[in-house]
């Protein structure tokens, strides 16, 4: 899937990012980034509001788990099931989100057990990036369900 296909689906199947105006920079196989504008997101303190950088961060770390099952072919329902957001430093313009597995030997076992139990968990991490600088962490355990459970 390239960035183009994603950033369809993602204002299409999830009308927040639209509203938010997330654009996808990149997808590859192991992270995916997602940018946002201050404009759309901002808060009475003309910073970025911490809700939007939450969305922006579980966006980019469910696209990726989105994308790579979609390029082995499988089909599930990916759900977030928890998460922790650290906030770093005050967002005040566009910034990123650049996601990644947290392990990513992980993947294989994630996918054999999908494949074997129609149930799987994987924890993914993404960096809030603002003007270069590190502004916020989050990580979450992303829970997909095949077919049956779909």
Do not use: C
Not at 35 to 41: E, K, T, Y
Not at 47 to 57: D, L
Not at 110 to 139: C, D, P, Y
Request: aromatic share 8%; charged share 20%; net charge positive.
């Amino acid at each position: 899937m390239n960035p183009i296909e994603l950033e369809g689906y993602l204002h299409l199947h999830i009308p927040l990012s639209k509203a938010m105006q997330v654009s996808v920079l990149s997808v590859k196989n192991d992270g995916v980034v997602l940018s946002a504008p201050l404009a759309p997101n901002i808060n009475h303190r003309e910073t970025v509001f911490g809700g939007s950088v939450a969305a922006v961060a579980i966006l980019s770390a469910w696209a990726l788990v989105h994308t790579r099952l979609s390029t082995e072919g499988l089909q599930a329902r990916l759900v977030i099931q928890r998460n922790t957001m650290e906030y770093e430093k005050p967002i005040s313009g566009a910034f990123t989100a650049e996601s990644f597995l947290r392990r990513p030997e992980d993947w294989v076992s994630f996918v054999r057990v999908l494949k074997r139990r129609n149930k799987a968990r994987i924890t993914v991490a993404s960096h809030l990036v603002f003007l270069g600088e590190m502004a916020g962490r989050f990580e979450g355990e992303f829970v997909a369900l095949g077919q049956a459970d779909a």
